[in-house]
């Protein structure tokens, strides 16, 4: 069965960086998209980052221009780099595989990651 493991979580100062790397392990199927997202305390997981397999790439408008997603394809691992950290930020983050059924354009599921904990001090 498919597996994500995500490294690099942490605690850091307000205006740091941290990066984070998910791995994906015992893929058999095409990659449609992987990206990141985020839950914090009280709130609704949601979207950060995801990068397609077709070369487009999406951020949630409170994360663009500080975050970047990229992915090596060789190695099956998508990583996100923080920069200028808020407080705001601090939330478990999950990776996320897309995976086709059948190949490029059939239906998809997704898998998740266990998560990261990244905390942002003021």
């Known amino acids: 069965q498919e597996r994500l493991e995500e490294s690099g979580g942490g605690l850091v100062q307000a205006g740091g960086s941290l990066r984070l790397s998910c791995t994906a392990s015992r893929i058999t199927r095409s990659i449609k998209a992987m990206g990141w997202y985020r839950q914090a305390p009280g709130k609704q997981r949601e979207l950060v980052a995801i990068d397609s397999s077709a070369g487009s790439a999406d951020y949630a408008a409170s994360v663009k221009g500080r975050f970047t997603i990229s992915r090596d394809n060789a190695k099956n691992t998508v990583y996100l780099q923080m920069n200028s950290l808020k407080p705001e930020d601090t939330a478990v983050y999950y990776c996320?595989?897309?995976?086709?059924?059948?190949?490029?354009?059939?239906?998809?599921?997704?898998?998740w990651g266990q998560g990261t904990q990244v905390t942002v001090s003021s």
């Open positions: 996320n595989a897309e995976l086709y059924l059948r190949g490029a354009g059939s239906p998809y599921y997704t898998v």
